[in-house]
């Protein structure tokens, strides 16, 4: 398994397999599809708030381009953001490095997956310029506006569309299987599955839910890509198809995949949680149980997106009561979080503050979801600014509150350094309070009964009050973008610039610290043994108030309960 | 362990069970959630038209009842290849799956002839809904045989050379998926009415 | 938050926003609690010199009840806002009273068509009339709708009505409201359906129900002639 490191450039940094560099790749094309998901973002805004102005750096937006624009900053913002560096980004640079594995399961696999999701990246962005402009069905791609030509007027965008993402999902089948196969089968001697970092289990369940829950909606893209090119007639009534099964299938991968995204988020905050509250996290069995039941109860909730869709109005009752339920595993892993920080001793730095603030905003995400879980408000709420405001309300905070905090807080173990941590807080009051004015507007627009992917709410009597909402948030916007300048410039800058970080700069307890910053090729200077639990944090006693997993038991000194209370 | 010399050695793991080995059931998971989609979609889609048990009338019975046993007796050569690496006799592992790669031409033979006669016969991907699904899980099935085909002869290949033997059970694990999928797909396509 | 909600002018809307105002008094209480928990921690147990974190595994039922307590805290509220919720679906959605009038609702890109079922109550006779864009409706009267589209998705959205349902090619899909104050209101299409989705706005007009007979009748004469 162990390969030489390369030698030459293109083999080193560009067709590497080795699984810190793959991390890298996935983390800066995510990084940049980022800010093209934003840039839209700002456009979408803008037209909200100024109908019909010119948009600095864009020009007009004609209709039928802005729902091109919706399309595709939602589209790019799962798909393209969210996904390469959350599951895949830091999957790779951690899972590995956690189980104290010298490379993923199969390293030429992954180098693979990652130029499958590049070329669907440059897919995604050629889109943007065929003839007939991007796909404008909306993220969800409904049929029969996706499955026919004639009806959105969309041609080569909304094919290149299905490609793109049909690609993408072949990316993370096989990244997924990778990170499966690393996490469970490379583990060092001496850690078991309950001796796994939250991280790793929780990227488990992920891209195990993941490969279960996109194969019918590949199958589904595929008879919408047949509709469209080919005349069959899968989503189209007058050929005995239904519009509707599209929906199933788009949403039973669809609901899965926000826990796909999720569950690394959190991952990512239990690890920076325990480090720097030096304490052990709360109920480690409790939140991997809370994680795998929310894993599961993932696949029975996809139809309370189709309460008001024309389903038999009868199914509406068990989903909701699936959708509801599933609050509850949930609520016990955020408790679970809260309750670490009891009799904690709290080391603020920005990568805590991110996960802090991450814990404080998706706690308002997960229970305005409680609103839309119920079939009868859902009547109201359904397609409104409501539901706009509540899933940016989680998705925003876990993708990008836990990103950054997880970058600020394995930027050692990407650059070998630390990031400017000055900066880092300049980064975190913008963001924070930003976001906050971006979104709060468009709960109140929701319940105005400001319905979704409208280009000009004005036109509508009973939206004119919610103007001065509708700039609000797009000043909202404009600040979020532009608290970001700072990050970018830290980024960069600390990579040459930044203060070396040693081995284990934090004083945390994993197995990625064992090593070098940034760890060499091959990750370990010498194989390593996981000899207890993940958190040994402030144990009973005197001494340091942490034990690595990979420190040797110094017997006299030893306390029993570090290995046994974690470990049982 | 006495052909531990010519046997590759799997690396230890964790689990104990390879790597290689591990990666390809998680592989067939999420194989079997796309026809498993596929399949359910289809049936969902059927309980609304009666009409397509007349449709399904029309495909050839007795060739698919043939492809079946042809399938069936091509795993059976998977599986004595299997345990022909397990014996360390690699030159008749590669020849049994150069024989099941001819089943596998065999049964896309008769299916392209199932093809022709339904297309000359009229029935085309878009004649009906039911012959859009037809086409499309049958043609999604076939591809599954052609790859299975082409992977097993570069392992028949390496087989031979005394490398990576491990892999005859992957593709093997692989094939059996193949054959599965078809034994629910002939019920639902051609006898069902 | 809640005073943003528009004004309701359906016999069931107050139900509806009886279940939102229910549910909204449940989460605040909970968002409130469990931020200011939060909040109080941070500052409780923020960082000083000499003071060691404790060991809380919590490998114990006695310590996880911490957190599992809560949880079914949670699990009973889940229960109760269910309970309160589903039988306001229920009356909506499943439950429909004899109608008084009988509409077919079409949605089509990018506009809204009311097709009245006329004098003798049913739908495709020769009685038929139609509305485009404008729905005439009496007040204090149970109406029913079958609502169809003709090309792709809408969603038949009457804020005022508290009334959302999509409009899927090739099914019917049955609904029903009644108005309670007479007035001009805004239909909206609430799901992506093309370039002018914003533009599909339809009005809803509630009359009095002579007025409204009045209407219907002239209606009927001029579009059979």
Same mark, same amino acid.
């Given at each position: 398994?162990?390969?030489?490191?390369?030698?030459?450039?293109?083999?080193?940094?560009?067709?590497?397999?080795?699984?810190?560099?793959?991390?890298?790749?996935?983390?800066?094309?995510?990084?940049?599809?980022?800010?093209?998901?934003?840039?839209?973002?700002?456009?979408?805004?803008?037209?909200?708030?100024?109908?019909?102005?010119? #948009?600095?750096?864009?020009?007009?937006?004609?209709?039928?381009?802005?729902?091109?624009?919706?399309?595709?900053?939602?589209?790019?913002?799962? /798909?393209?953001?969210?996904?390469?560096?959350?599951?895949?980004?830091?999957?790779?640079?951690?899972?590995? %490095?956690?189980?104290?594995?010298?490379?993923?399961?199969?390293?030429?696999?992954?180098?693979?997956?990652?130029?499958?999701?590049?070329?669907?990246?440059?897919? =995604?962005?050629?889109?943007?310029?065929?003839?007939?402009?991007?796909?404008?069905?909306?993220?969800?791609?409904?049929?029969?506006?996706?499955?026919?030509?004639?009806?959105?007027?969309?041609?080569?965008?909304?094919?290149?569309?299905?490609?793109?993402?049909?690609?993408?999902?072949?990316?993370?089948?096989?990244?997924?299987?990778? #990170?499966?196969?690393?996490?469970?089968?490379?583990?060092?001697?001496?850690?078991?599955?309950?001796?796994?970092?939250?991280?790793?289990?929780?990227?488990?369940?992920?891209?195990? @839910?993941?490969?279960?829950?996109?194969?019918?909606?590949?199958?589904?893209?595929?008879?919408?890509?047949?509709?469209?090119?080919?005349?069959?007639?899968?989503?189209?009534?007058?050929?005995?198809?239904?519009?509707?099964?599209?929906? +199933?299938?788009?949403?039973?991968?669809?609901?899965?995949?926000?826990?796909?995204?999720?569950?690394?988020?959190?991952?990512?905050?239990?690890?920076?949680?325990?480090?720097?509250?030096?304490?052990?996290?709360?109920?480690?069995?409790?939140?991997?149980?809370?994680?795998?039941?929310?894993?599961?109860?993932?696949?029975?909730?996809?139809?309370?997106?189709?309460?008001?869709? *024309?389903?038999?109005?009868?199914?509406?009752?068990?989903?909701?009561?699936?959708? #509801?339920? =599933?609050?509850?595993? /949930?609520?016990?892993?955020?408790?679970?979080?809260?309750?670490?920080?009891?009799?904690?001793?709290?080391?603020?730095?920005?990568?805590?503050?991110?996960?802090?603030?991450?814990?404080?905003?998706?706690?308002?995400?997960?229970?305005?979801?409680?609103?839309?879980?119920?079939?009868?408000?859902?009547?109201?709420?359904?397609?409104?600014?409501?539901? $706009?405001?509540?899933?940016?309300?989680?998705?925003?905070?876990?993708?990008?509150?836990?990103?950054?905090?997880?970058?600020?807080?394995?930027?050692?173990?990407?650059?070998?350094?630390?990031?400017?941590?000055?900066?880092?807080?300049?980064?975190?009051?913008?963001?924070?309070?930003?976001?906050?004015?971006?979104?709060? &507007?468009?709960?109140?627009?929701?319940?105005?009964?400001?319905?979704?992917?409208?280009? !000009?709410?004005?036109?509508?009597?009973?939206?004119?009050?919610?103007?001065?909402?509708?700039?609000?948030?797009?000043?909202?916007?404009?600040?979020?973008?532009?608290?970001?300048?700072?990050?970018?410039? !830290? /980024? /960069?800058?600390?990579?040459?610039?930044?203060?070396?970080?040693?081995?284990?700069?934090?004083?945390?307890?994993?197995?990625?610290?064992?090593?070098?910053?940034?760890?060499? +090729? *091959?990750?370990?200077?010498?194989?390593?043994?996981?000899?207890?639990?993940?958190?040994?944090?402030?144990?009973?006693?005197?001494?340091?108030?942490?034990?690595?997993?990979?420190?040797?038991?110094?017997?006299?000194?030893?306390?029993?309960?570090?290995?046994?209370?974690?470990?049982? | 362990?006495?052909?531990?010399?010519?046997?590759?050695?799997?690396?230890?793991?964790?689990?104990?069970?390879?790597?290689?080995?591990?990666?390809?059931?998680?592989?067939?998971?999420?194989?079997?959630?796309?026809? *498993?989609?596929?399949? $359910?979609?289809?049936?969902? @889609?059927?309980?609304?038209?009666?009409?397509?048990?007349?449709?399904?009338?029309?495909?050839?019975?007795?060739? *698919?009842?043939?492809?079946?046993? @042809?399938?069936?007796?091509?795993?059976?050569?998977?599986?004595?290849?299997?345990?022909?690496?397990?014996?360390?006799?690699?030159?008749?592992?590669?020849?049994?799956?150069?024989?099941?790669?001819?089943?596998?031409?065999?049964?896309?033979?008769?299916?392209?002839?199932?093809?022709?006669?339904?297309?000359?016969?009229?029935?085309? &991907?878009?004649?009906?809904?039911?012959?859009?699904?037809?086409? %499309?899980?049958?043609?999604? +099935?076939?591809?599954?045989?052609?790859?299975?085909?082409?992977?097993?002869?570069? @392992?028949?290949?390496?087989?031979?050379?005394?490398?990576?033997?491990?892999?005859?059970?992957?593709?093997?694990?692989?094939?059996?998926?193949?054959?599965?999928?078809?034994?629910?797909?002939?019920?639902?396509?051609?006898?069902?009415? | 938050?809640?005073?943003?909600? &528009?004004? !309701?002018?359906?016999?069931?809307?107050?139900? #509806?926003?009886?279940?939102?105002?229910?549910?909204?008094?449940?989460?605040?209480?909970?968002?409130?609690?469990?931020?200011?928990?939060?909040?109080?921690?941070?500052?409780?147990?923020?960082?000083?010199?000499?003071?060691?974190?404790?060991?809380?595994?919590?490998?114990?039922?006695?310590?996880?009840?911490?957190? %599992?307590?809560?949880?079914?805290?949670?699990?009973?509220?889940?229960?109760?806002?269910?309970?309160?919720?589903?039988? $306001?679906?229920?009356?909506?959605?499943?439950?429909?009273?004899?109608?008084?009038?009988?509409?077919?609702?079409?949605?089509?890109?990018?506009?809204?068509?009311?097709?009245?079922?006329?004098?003798?109550?049913?739908?495709?006779?020769?009685?038929?009339?139609?509305?485009?864009?404008?729905?005439?409706?009496?007040?204090?009267?149970?109406?029913?709708?079958?609502?169809?589209?003709?090309?792709?998705?809408?969603?038949?959205?009457?804020?005022?009505?508290?009334?959302?349902?999509?409009?899927?090619?090739?099914?019917?899909?049955?609904?029903?409201?009644?108005?309670?104050?007479?007035?001009?209101?805004?239909?909206?299409?609430?799901?992506?359906?093309?370039?002018? +989705?914003?533009?599909?706005?339809?009005?809803?007009?509630?009359?009095?129900?002579? =007025?409204?007979?009045?209407?219907?009748?002239?209606?009927?004469?001029?579009?059979?002639?």
């Amino acid at each position: 398994m162990s390969h030489g490191e390369p030698e030459s450039f293109v083999r080193k940094y560009i067709f590497s397999v080795d699984h810190k560099v793959i991390a890298k790749q996935y983390m800066i094309t995510g990084l940049f599809m980022a800010l093209l998901g934003g840039f839209l973002a700002y456009a979408l805004r803008s037209q909200l708030a100024w109908p019909g102005d010119s #948009i600095v750096g864009l020009g007009v937006i004609a209709p039928h381009a802005y729902n091109s624009v919706v399309t595709l900053h939602g589209t790019i913002m799962v /798909f393209w953001v969210a996904m390469p560096i959350l599951v895949a980004g830091f999957g790779n640079l951690l899972v590995p %490095l956690m189980v104290g594995a010298e490379d993923m399961a199969f390293p030429r696999l992954n180098m693979l997956s990652y130029w499958v999701f590049f070329l669907s990246t440059i897919v =995604i962005i050629a889109s943007f310029f065929v003839p007939g402009g991007a796909a404008g069905g909306g993220w969800t791609a409904y049929p029969p506006l996706s499955g026919t030509v004639h009806a959105s007027g969309v041609n080569w965008g909304m094919n290149l569309w299905i490609l793109a993402v049909a690609l993408e999902f072949v990316a993370f089948l096989i990244g997924g299987i990778n #990170i499966i196969t690393t996490g469970i089968n490379m583990r060092v001697p001496g850690m078991s599955m309950w001796d796994l970092p939250l991280f790793v289990w929780e990227e488990l369940i992920a891209s195990i @839910v993941f490969l279960l829950a996109v194969g019918p909606l590949i199958a589904g893209a595929v008879m919408l890509l047949l509709d469209r090119s080919f005349g069959t007639g899968f989503y189209a009534p007058s050929a005995g198809g239904d519009p509707l099964l599209f929906q +199933h299938l788009f949403w039973f991968f669809g609901h899965p995949e926000v826990y796909v995204l999720l569950l690394p988020a959190l991952g990512i905050m239990g690890e920076v949680l325990c480090a720097f509250s030096r304490k052990t996290i709360f109920g480690y069995r409790t939140i991997v149980w809370s994680v795998i039941s929310a894993g599961l109860l993932s696949f029975v909730v996809w139809a309370h997106h189709q309460f008001v869709s *024309g389903l038999d109005p009868r199914l509406a009752f068990p989903f909701s009561v699936t959708t #509801i339920l =599933i609050s509850v595993p /949930f609520a016990v892993h955020l408790f679970a979080f809260i309750a670490t920080l009891y009799k904690a001793s709290i080391r603020f730095t920005v990568a805590m503050a991110f996960t802090l603030a991450m814990i404080a905003l998706f706690m308002i995400g997960g229970v305005t979801g409680v609103i839309n879980g119920s079939a009868a408000a859902d009547i109201f709420i359904h397609d409104t600014y409501f539901v $706009v405001a509540h899933f940016h309300y989680t998705l925003v905070p876990i993708v990008f509150f836990a990103t950054f905090s997880g970058i600020y807080f394995w930027y050692p173990k990407l650059f070998g350094r630390l990031m400017n941590e000055g900066l880092g807080w300049v980064h975190f009051a913008g963001t924070f309070f930003f976001f906050n004015l971006t979104f709060i &507007p468009q709960f109140a627009l929701g319940l105005m009964g400001h319905h979704r992917r409208i280009a !000009n709410p004005q036109i509508f009597e009973f939206l004119r009050d919610g103007q001065g909402l509708q700039v609000l948030s797009t000043i909202g916007v404009i600040g979020l973008l532009a608290a970001q300048v700072p990050f970018v410039y !830290n /980024f /960069f800058a600390s990579m040459v610039r930044g203060k070396p970080a040693g081995r284990n700069p934090w004083e945390a307890t994993t197995l990625e610290w064992a090593t070098a910053s940034p760890p060499p +090729h *091959g990750n370990f200077d010498e194989p390593q043994t996981a000899y207890r639990g993940p958190y040994v944090y402030s144990p009973p006693g005197e001494g340091p108030d942490w034990i690595p997993q990979f420190e040797p038991p110094a017997e006299a000194l030893e306390p029993d309960t570090a290995i046994s209370e974690t470990a049982s | 362990m006495t052909n531990s010399a010519i046997i590759e050695q799997p690396m230890e793991t964790a689990t104990e069970l390879p790597n290689s080995r591990m990666a390809i059931w998680w592989f067939l998971a999420s194989e079997v959630a796309i026809f *498993g989609g596929l399949i $359910v979609a289809y049936v969902l @889609v059927r309980l609304h038209h009666p009409e397509w048990g007349e449709y399904a009338s029309h495909t050839i019975n007795a060739a *698919g009842a043939i492809n079946t046993m @042809v399938l069936l007796t091509s795993s059976l050569a998977v599986v004595l290849a299997h345990q022909a690496v397990e014996e360390g006799k690699l030159e008749k592992a590669s020849k049994l799956l150069l024989t099941t790669v001819a089943f596998g031409l065999v049964f896309l033979a008769i299916k392209a002839y199932e093809y022709t006669h339904e297309l000359h016969a009229g029935f085309t &991907p878009v004649t009906n809904l039911f012959w859009s699904f037809y086409y %499309l899980m049958t043609g999604l +099935h076939g591809l599954h045989v052609v790859g299975g085909m082409i992977a097993m002869i570069a @392992v028949s290949r390496s087989v031979r050379r005394g490398e990576h033997s491990a892999r005859v059970e992957c593709v093997g694990m692989y094939w059996h998926l193949v054959d599965i999928v078809w034994i629910f797909l002939f019920p639902l396509l051609y006898l069902a009415s | 938050m809640l005073d943003f909600l &528009p004004e !309701n002018i359906s016999s069931f809307g107050g139900e #509806i926003d009886g279940v939102i105002t229910y549910i909204w008094r449940i989460i605040l209480a909970w968002l409130v609690a469990t931020e200011a928990v939060l909040v109080y921690l941070l500052v409780r147990y923020r960082r000083r010199e000499g003071r060691r974190a404790a060991w809380l595994p919590a490998t114990t039922w006695r310590a996880k009840a911490w957190i %599992l307590v809560p949880a079914v805290f949670v699990t009973i509220c889940d229960i109760g806002i269910e309970a309160r919720s589903a039988p $306001v679906w229920d009356e909506v959605k499943l439950e429909l009273p004899e109608p008084d009038l009988l509409i077919r609702v079409t949605g089509r890109q990018f506009v809204w068509t009311f097709t009245y079922a006329g004098p003798d109550g049913e739908l495709d006779t020769a009685d038929d009339f139609e509305a485009i864009t404008d729905l005439y409706v009496p007040r204090d009267r149970v109406v029913r709708f079958q609502l169809e589209s003709a090309d792709v998705l809408h969603s038949f959205w009457v804020p005022v009505l508290r009334l959302k349902q999509d409009a899927v090619p090739g099914r019917s899909i049955p609904g029903w409201f009644e108005a309670t104050a007479d007035g001009r209101y805004e239909i909206a299409c609430a799901e992506l359906c093309g370039a002018s +989705h914003t533009a599909m706005r339809g009005r809803l007009t509630v009359q009095p129900p002579e =007025i409204f007979d009045a209407w219907s009748s002239t209606m009927a004469e001029q579009q059979s002639l």
